[in-house]
């Protein structure tokens, strides 16, 4: 099988059919969005994450940041019920393991090892985007069945097309549960957030603190604030063109050294400039009036995502302030009760944010290699839930509030 497997029909026990579309514009962006955001499609608010929206989707295809040559082949799964859409899902052909943030480059060297061919794989995810989120999305009323026939229809077109693996990453941890019961594996890893206790300003995060956590930030804020410029928070139509031109070199310089090419393309912030401004909180850093840093965050109903940081000049602690007290920040001014910011970075745990799971879904044809990665999983699970509740007996809060 190539990158481009190409559409395929399946259809279970209960007569719904199965089709994986190479292309976005194959499928009507009303049916898309009635499963991947029902809430905003219905008018009841805005999406719980844009990621699974189709204009997001579109947008990263439309760029070409994924497809032809980039590694992420789009095989956007739909299942109907008669000519009704009543699930869809962000499926990809992988030709290799970069992009997704929860990494099996260790199953990739086994399985190569042992003769296989590990690449290409199936991957349910959002491309580059380490947020938690809804993966199989689903119409109202239709969420058991829908579900299961995406995670069949994944492992179906694996197993037709005598793939290594199907895998499906930052699911939310009831679809994992259905994911178990449905034979896939379960993986947990952690990121950090933070989650607002029940406070209202910045001061009154603070003031969950013990004391030294306490002037430590402070000290971080007014360290990054004299760097000598403004820093302005954008969002909607404040963005403007320039503000994505200087942003593209900030992108730039973060995606080569972490990444050695990035990984979007600047077509996309074109697109987000179009698309997505409503979505977007650009929080950028002016010094004679010139940009100098930048921070990416993308909204949703009650999370703030964090995605992307850069700079063309370094200033002390400008890092900390733009990617995560300037985030909470916003998340109290607009109500938003959690801000995720993004993969890895124990350094977050002193500013706030605690390890949280994160939750993954695998599955393997080959039997023998689905029971040692089983029993991989397992172990490696324990050991997460230890590391989160170390890292969290670390955190910067306040053990009594009796405390200083």
Sequence with gaps: M???PGPHTSVSETSISLT????????D???????ACPEAATGAGPAHDPFTTYRFLRAL???RSVGAGTGWQPQYLVARDGERVIA??????KGHSQGEYIFDHMFADAYQRAGGRYYPKLQCAVPFTPATGRRFLTLPGCEDLGTEALLQGMAQIAEDNKLSSAHVTFCTEAEAARGVAAGYLHRVTQQFHWE????????????????????????????????????HALTGDAIQPEHWDAFWQFYQDTGARKWGTPYLTRAFFKLAQERLRDDILLVLAERDGEWVAGALNFIGRDTLFGRYWGCVEDHPCLHFELCYYR????????????????????????????PRPVHSLHWFPNPNFHAAVAQYLEEERAAIDEEIEVLTSYGPFRKTMQED
């Design 88 to 93: 869809v899902a962000p499926m990809y052909a």
């Design 327 to 354: 985030a909470i920040d916003f998340a109290l001014e607009h109500g938003l009760s959690r801000v995720e910011a993004g993969a890895q970075g124990a350094h977050k745990l002193a500013r706030g944010y605690l």
């Design 61 to 63: 295809e439309d760029s």
């Design 2 to 4: 190539s990158q481009d």
């Design 196 to 231: 607002n206790p029940g406070i209202d300003s910045f001061d009154g995060f603070l003031g969950t603190l013990s004391s030294r956590k306490r002037k430590a930030i402070r000290k971080e804020r007014a360290t990054a604030n004299a760097f000598g410029g403004t820093i």
């Design 29 to 35: 962006p009303a049916d898309w969005d009635a499963c």
């Design 20 to 27: 994986a579309h190479t292309a976005l514009h194959q499928i």
